[in-house]
C-alpha cells in the first residue's frame, strides 16, 4: 500500500478545544443524517451508518444527538437535504486533494473551497482530475503505546488485513472495503483497543513535501477542514517525519 492518510494522524494528535469540537459535531450529525437516508436507521443493515455511530461515539457524541440525527435522515424528524459533493484540487507543492463535502448549497460550497485553495497556494481542478490518484480504503489506528508490534501484526493478520505500518506513535492497519469492519471486530475480539477508523482516499504515489511547503499544504488543510460543509481531505502529501512531529503538537 503507497500510502495513508497523513492529515488524520496530525488531526487525531491536536488537541480538541470546545470550539473545534462543536464543529466537529456538526459534521459528524451531517454523516449520521446522510447515512441513514441512503441506507436506513439500523446501522446493523447499514455500514456507512455504523461507522458514522462509531465515529460520534468515539467524540463523546450524547446518545440522543445520535438517534436524533438518525431520526432527520430516515424522515422521522424534519432535516436539511444535504448533497455529497466532491471537489479536486492541488496544494502547495504540486499534492493532490481530494476533498468530500455534504452541503445544502453546491454553490455556495465551491465558491468557499476556490476560496481557501487560493487564499492558501493552491488551485481548484477539474473533476476526475486528481480522483484517478487515489483509492478508498479502510485504515484503523492503533496506538503503539497500547501494544506491541507483535500483538499488532498477529491481530492483523489473523484478521486478514491488507497492511500494517507503524509511523508517528500509531500502528496503521488497512483493509479493503468489504472486510473493513470485519477486521475491526476480530482485532478487538484479539484484545486490540482501537484508536480511530475511517474510510479514507489512500494516495497511490506520494510527493514529498518538507519544510515551508509541508507548513503550507497543512495550513490549507486546517483552512478547509475549517469549514462545516468540508467533511474530509485526502492529500498524496508525503510529509517529513520532523515536521509530520512538530505539527502534531
Request: hydrophobic letters at 40%; proline letters at 2%; a negative charge.
Given at each position: 500500500?503507497?500510502?495513508?492518510s497523513?492529515?488524520?494522524?496530525?488531526?487525531?494528535?491536536?488537541?480538541?478545544?470546545?470550539?473545534?469540537?462543536?464543529?466537529?459535531?456538526?459534521?459528524?450529525?451531517?454523516?449520521?443524517?446522510?447515512?441513514?437516508?441512503?441506507?436506513g436507521?439500523?446501522?446493523?443493515?447499514?455500514?456507512?451508518?455504523?461507522?458514522?455511530?462509531?465515529?460520534?461515539?468515539?467524540?463523546?457524541m450524547?446518545?440522543?444527538?445520535?438517534?436524533?440525527?438518525?431520526?432527520?435522515?430516515?424522515?422521522?424528524?424534519?432535516?436539511?437535504?444535504?448533497?455529497?459533493?466532491?471537489?479536486?484540487?492541488?496544494?502547495?507543492?504540486?499534492?493532490?486533494l481530494?476533498?468530500?463535502?455534504?452541503?445544502?448549497?453546491?454553490?455556495?460550497?465551491?465558491?468557499?473551497?476556490?476560496?481557501?485553495?487560493?487564499?492558501?497556494?493552491?488551485?481548484?481542478?477539474?473533476?476526475?482530475?486528481?480522483?484517478?490518484?487515489?483509492?478508498?480504503?479502510?485504515?484503523?489506528?492503533?496506538?503503539?503505546?497500547?501494544?506491541?508490534?507483535?500483538?499488532?501484526?498477529?491481530?492483523?493478520?489473523?484478521a486478514r488485513?491488507?497492511?500494517?505500518?507503524?509511523?508517528?506513535?500509531?500502528?496503521?492497519?488497512t483493509?479493503?472495503?468489504?472486510?473493513?469492519?470485519?477486521?475491526?471486530?476480530?482485532?478487538?475480539?484479539?484484545?486490540i483497543?482501537?484508536?480511530?477508523?475511517?474510510?479514507?482516499m489512500?494516495?497511490?504515489?506520494?510527493?514529498?513535501?518538507?519544510?515551508?511547503?509541508?507548513?503550507?499544504?497543512?495550513?490549507?488543510m486546517?483552512?478547509?477542514?475549517?469549514?462545516?460543509?468540508?467533511?474530509?481531505?485526502?492529500?498524496?502529501?508525503?510529509?517529513?517525519?520532523?515536521?509530520?512531529?512538530?505539527?502534531?503538537?
Amino acid at each position: 500500500m503507497a500510502g495513508h492518510s497523513k492529515w488524520a494522524q496530525i488531526k487525531r494528535k491536536k488537541a480538541v478545544n470546545d470550539a473545534k469540537r462543536g464543529q466537529m459535531f456538526t459534521k459528524l450529525i451531517r454523516e449520521l443524517t446522510v447515512a441513514a437516508r441512503d441506507g436506513g436507521g439500523d446501522p446493523n443493515f447499514n455500514p456507512r451508518l455504523r461507522l458514522a455511530v462509531e465515529t460520534a461515539k468515539a467524540g463523546n457524541m450524547p446518545q440522543e444527538n445520535i438517534e436524533r440525527a438518525i431520526k432527520k435522515g430516515t424522515g422521522e424528524l424534519a432535516g436539511v437535504n444535504y448533497e455529497e459533493v466532491v471537489y479536486e484540487g492541488y496544494a502547495p507543492g504540486g499534492v493532490a486533494l481530494y476533498i468530500e463535502t455534504l452541503t445544502d448549497n453546491p454553490k455556495r460550497t465551491v465558491a468557499a473551497v476556490r476560496h481557501l485553495l487560493t487564499k492558501n497556494g493552491g488551485s481548484l481542478g477539474t473533476a476526475g482530475s486528481v480522483a484517478w490518484q487515489f483509492d478508498r480504503r479502510g485504515q484503523i489506528y492503533i496506538e503503539a503505546a497500547g501494544h506491541s508490534e507483535e500483538e499488532v501484526l498477529e491481530a492483523a493478520l489473523e484478521a486478514r488485513a491488507e497492511d500494517v505500518v507503524q509511523e508517528g506513535g500509531d500502528f496503521i492497519v488497512t483493509t479493503d472495503l468489504a472486510s473493513f469492519h470485519q477486521v475491526q471486530d476480530d482485532m478487538r475480539e484479539a484484545g486490540i483497543r482501537i484508536a480511530q477508523a475511517e474510510l479514507a482516499m489512500i494516495p497511490q504515489n506520494e510527493v514529498d513535501v518538507a519544510g515551508k511547503t509541508a507548513e503550507r499544504l497543512v495550513r490549507l488543510m486546517e483552512a478547509l477542514d475549517g469549514s462545516d460543509d468540508v467533511q474530509k481531505i485526502s492529500s498524496n502529501g508525503n510529509i517529513d517525519e520532523d515536521t509530520l512531529a512538530r505539527l502534531s503538537q
